[in-house]
């Protein structure tokens, strides 16, 4: 029996932004400080140059807002709003060269000082049958052809030398019922959409219970 579906892990990167202008300031230092001579990253985009002058600006805007000088808070906000943008562009960078390599991609982002979320992503559902709820039946699931298509199936309970056909579906499933129980019975289908029929897969084989 085929392996059913199974779900590969993504990994993202994700930016842990402080709300404190203080904070964001060390945040974004640490992120520059780990990118700087970083052979993952041979050029990042925005330039690091560019954030450690947000980064600066953003210091001196801080520090004139706390000494409560006049609009210096405006100020103070379009500078953090800046270095934000400026952050945010560079997660998009850091996610491009992490998947370039899914293998080490977890690994990439936390060099960058940055944090790692992983998701879930489907694979591509393999062909299989299954044992059903009942004695002498099978479950047959294939990989979806098209938004619309619909599939032929057949089975062979003599090692593949003849082959019974089951009534055809329009979702990619069945089940086959009849089947001798302790026999070993081969699957196979083949999808048919607008471009026309398909070709048979590969059999499946399962032991019916």
Same mark, same amino acid.
């Given at each position: 029996?085929?392996?059913?579906?199974?779900?590969?892990?993504?990994?993202?990167? #994700?930016?842990?932004?402080?709300?404190?202008?203080?904070?964001? /300031?060390?945040? @974004?230092?640490?992120?520059? #400080?780990?990118?700087? *001579?970083?052979?993952?990253?041979?050029?990042?985009?925005?330039?690091?140059?560019? /954030?450690?002058?947000?980064?600066?600006?953003? %210091?001196?805007? $801080?520090?004139?807002?706390? +000494?409560?000088?006049?609009?210096?808070?405006?100020?103070?906000?379009?500078?953090?709003?800046?270095?934000?943008?400026?952050?945010? %562009?560079?997660? *998009?960078?850091? %996610?491009?060269?992490?998947?370039?390599?899914?293998?080490?991609?977890? =690994?990439?982002? $936390?060099?960058?000082?940055?944090?790692?979320?992983?998701?879930?992503?489907?694979?591509?559902?393999?062909?299989? +049958?299954?044992?059903?709820?009942? =004695?002498?039946? @099978?479950?047959?699931?294939?990989?979806?052809? &098209?938004?619309?298509? =619909?599939?032929?199936?057949?089975?062979? @309970?003599?090692?593949?030398?003849?082959?019974?056909?089951?009534?055809?579906?329009?979702?990619?499933?069945?089940? /086959?019922?009849?089947? +001798?129980? *302790?026999?070993?019975? %081969?699957?196979?289908?083949?999808?048919? #959409?607008? &471009?026309? $029929? *398909?070709?048979?897969?590969?059999?499946? =084989?399962?032991?019916?219970?």
């Amino acid at each position: 029996m085929a392996e059913n579906t199974k779900l590969l892990r993504h990994a993202g990167v #994700t930016l842990h932004l402080p709300s404190k202008v203080a904070a964001l /300031i060390v945040y @974004a230092q640490g992120i520059v #400080t780990r990118m700087t *001579g970083n052979p993952s990253f041979p050029e990042p985009s925005p330039a690091l140059s560019a /954030i450690t002058t947000a980064i600066d600006q953003l %210091q001196v805007a $801080e520090t004139a807002a706390l +000494a409560r000088t006049k609009g210096a808070a405006a100020v103070r906000n379009d500078k953090r709003t800046a270095l934000l943008t400026l952050l945010r %562009q560079l997660r *998009g960078y850091l %996610q491009t060269v992490a998947d370039t390599n899914p293998t080490t991609a977890a =690994s990439v982002i $936390e060099s960058a000082g940055v944090a790692v979320r992983k998701t879930a992503t489907r694979q591509a559902r393999a062909f299989a +049958a299954k044992p059903g709820t009942v =004695s002498g039946t @099978a479950k047959v699931v294939a990989n979806p052809a &098209a938004r619309r298509a =619909s599939y032929e199936w057949q089975y062979s @309970a003599d090692g593949g030398k003849t082959w019974v056909t089951a009534p055809s579906t329009l979702q990619a499933k069945t089940s /086959i019922t009849g089947l +001798a129980p *302790g026999a070993t019975v %081969q699957f196979k289908y083949r999808p048919v #959409t607008k &471009a026309g $029929e *398909g070709d048979w897969s590969q059999p499946v =084989s399962m032991m019916v219970h």
